[in-house]
Nanobody, 126 residues
């Protein structure tokens, strides 16, 4: 089992940047593929980005491709989401999640993730 805590959210102007971090407890962090999801008010949760257990493969939603970068440091039990060129439509609660999917697969649906953080608010003003 793993516990996840996000940080780094806040208020930023359009065009700005934020870096979200997700700290994981436990000694088995490297076993998990990791992902970021977001949920805006009145909308369903949507996939943002995922990274395999070893960081060797990543995948992004089309809406963030080229602007967001997911990375992980297994020695520090952390996964990060660097968000650049932010837009008002990026406003949402961002959550990190851990998946037991192994190999080169980057899980992209909520059902593939077993553990979730509480989320951090990102607000982008126009």
């Amino acid at each position: 089992q793993v516990q996840l805590v996000e940080s780094g959210g806040g208020l930023v102007q359009a065009g700005g940047s934020l870096r979200l971090s997700c700290a994981a407890s436990g000694r088995t962090f490297s076993r998990y593929a990791m992902g970021w999801f977001r949920q805006a008010p009145g909308r369903e949760r949507e996939f943002v980005a995922a990274i395999t257990w070893d960081g060797g493969n990543t995948y992004y939603a089309d809406s963030v491709k080229g602007r967001f970068t997911i990375s992980r440091d297994n020695a520090k039990n952390t996964v990060c989401l660097q968000m650049n060129s932010l837009k008002p439509e990026d406003t949402a609660v961002y959550s990190c999640a851990a998946s037991e999917v192994r190999g080169w697969v980057t899980p992209r649906t909520s059902d593939e993730y077993a553990y979730w953080g509480q989320g951090t608010q990102v607000t982008v003003s126009s």
